[in-house]
Each structure stands twice: as structure tokens, then as C-alpha cells.
């Protein structure tokens, strides 16, 4: 697999990464067995898929355990990214930065990792009761501790803390801002798709500028554009598509238009190449058209669909396919 560089720390990794959370948290919980997702793991690492996204509150804590197990043997192939910052509480999520969190966590991961560092470790959310350089001077120090290779930060969403007439991710960039004062940013963590590109208009290339690496999450749309969900089927009751504004039966099937069109391009490259190309590789190879500097981290907890993202890092969109995409129909639904 094409590899990535990110980060003034030149880290690098696959084109392509796995996002390991639904293996344990969002998505589908009949569905999550270990052993499948370890064996997913494996797959990934065995098509150059390195870089693992997890987080200490997917589970909470059971993903990193998961990861933590299946590279118990492997762990010099992979690359792994965690996160801290959010704890889970009954039926909310609570951020904490307070640096002497921030140093038990990290010690926690570690441990649940079964690892001695951390190749990139995200501020997950950013504490309100903190200031962000507090929590952020505690992460560097793990870096000099030897802890942690590099540091990343995720966004929140595109309008939080957007102040009238800005840009999208505004309030991300003004905390970047701040923490490159304190520590170099390695990665930037934010959801990046055909259906959600705002990151393109000013987060994406801030990171450029700076040589800051991107890690596109929610690639997939949740999985909407891989075009094998069935508007009205329903989700179980802890999916997070469950409660989200696009995956009601009537948004899911006002924009499949999207899907029709990934399909559409999906299928010439099919002919072209006399081998089945699939929307969810057209997703992910518009995405890593984006620049770069951007590594999506496709969620999957089935090897099946590894083996297929994997396959997008070998896929090359031509102008025309990118010209088709941009002049899809934006998406409807949406938490704003
Ligand atoms: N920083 C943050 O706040 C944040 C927020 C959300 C996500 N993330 C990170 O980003 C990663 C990706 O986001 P995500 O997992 O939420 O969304 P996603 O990657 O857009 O979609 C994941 C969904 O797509 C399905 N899928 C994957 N490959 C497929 C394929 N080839 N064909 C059909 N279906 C396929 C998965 O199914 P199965 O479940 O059946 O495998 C899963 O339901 C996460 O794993 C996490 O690491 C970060």
C-alpha cells in the first residue's frame, strides 16, 4: 500500500488506516465479536493498513484492550493512535483535561495497549474548566517522557464555536492556534467525506500549511456511502445512527442520489479495470484525493471490508470522476 507521511515528526503510514471503533462502541453491538475483530486487525496490517485509530472511551477502555491484543505480536508493523480527554459518563460524555488525568490516562492506555509508547496520542476533547495549554503542556511532557511519539488534536464538529460568518472548524483552528504555542501538532483528527467535506474549506489546508497530518474520520459516512444500507431498515438501539439526523428512513432516502453517484463512478472504474470497484473505495479514494496529507481511518470490524478499503489506496480518481462527485446534491440532515 501507497504510504503517508504525517507530521513535522515525518511519521510514516498506510494510505489507508482502520478505525477500530465499531469493534467496540457505536455501532451495532450484536454484532461485535472479538475474535473477528481481531482477525481484522490482522488484516489490516497484512495490506499495509497500519495506522490503528482507537480511543480509551470506545468500550469505554475494551478497544484499546482489543488493540492491545491483537498486537501483542505485531506490535513494530502497526502504528497506533490513541485518545484521551472524554470519559463516559451514564448518559453523557464528559471532557477532561487536567494534567494529572491526562498522565494517568496515558499510563492506563499504555497498559491496556500492552505497549511502551504511543505513536500518536489526541486530545480527544477539549476541557472547558482547563485551559487548553494546561492539558496540552501534560501531553508533550509524554513526549519526553517517551510516552508518546507525537500529538494530535480532534475537532469537534464543522459550526462549533463557529462565530457568525466564519468558516467551518473555526473554533478547531483558534485551539490549534493556541497549542502549536505550547507543542508542535503532528495530526489533526476530523470527519472528512463526500458528504461532509467542510474540512476542506479552511481546516484541511491549515494542516497543509504546516505539514500537520489529517486524519479523515467518519469516511464512510457512517457507512451510508458504501451504499448497503436500506433506508427505513433501522438500527439497534445503542448505534449511534440510531439517533442521527441523516439515517431517519425519509434523509436516508432523500440522499441516496450520493450513493447513486458513487455508484456511478464505481462502475466505469469497474469496466476499466475488469475487476469490481465498490462505492466505499470510491469514498475512500476521494477522500485521499483531498491531499497528501490525509489518511482516512475507515471503521470496520469485519475483515471483509479491510481487505476492500485497503483496495481504495490503489484506486486514482481522474478529474472528470472528481468533477462528477463535486456536482453531487450536498447532503441533507444534519445536527445543526
Ligand atoms: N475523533 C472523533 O471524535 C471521532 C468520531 C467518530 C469516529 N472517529 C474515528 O474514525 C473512525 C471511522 O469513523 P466511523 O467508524 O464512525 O465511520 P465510517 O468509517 O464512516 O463508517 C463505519 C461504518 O461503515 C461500515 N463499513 C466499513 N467498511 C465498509 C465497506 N467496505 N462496506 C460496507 N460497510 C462498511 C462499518 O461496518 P461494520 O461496523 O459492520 O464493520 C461501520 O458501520 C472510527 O472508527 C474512529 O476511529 C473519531
Redesign the pocket.
Known sequence: MERRTIGAAALEVGAV???????S????GS??RGAESLR?VHAALDRGATLL???DM?GPFTNELLVGRALKDRRARAFV?T?VG?LVGEQHLVANGRPSYVRRACDASLRRLQTDVIDLY?L??EDPEVPVEETWGAMAELVTAGKVRALGL???GAHFRRRPGARPYDGTIRTLERVQQVFPVSAV???L?VWSPEALEALLPWCGARGVGF???????????????TPGEGFERH???ARHPRFTAEMMAANQPIVVGLRRVAARHSAARGANV????V??AWVLSCGPHVV???????E???A??AGAAGLRLTEGDLAEIAALPPALGSWD
Request: proline share 7%; with cysteine.
Open positions: 488506516g482502520l478505525g477500530c471503533m465499531p469493534m462502541w457505536a455501532y451495532s454484532r461485535q481484522t485509530d482507537t480511543a470506545y493512535s485518545k472524554l489526541q480527544h476533547r480532534c475537532a469537534v483528527q476530523a470527519e467525506s486524519l479523515a474520520a467518519m469516511p464512510l459516512g457512517n457507512g451510508f456511502l458504501t451504499g448497503t444500507l448505534d449511534m445512527r465498490t462505492p466505499a473505495q469514498a475512500l482516512p481511518v475507515p471503521g470496520a470490524k469485519r471483509c471490508w479491510v476492500e478499503n
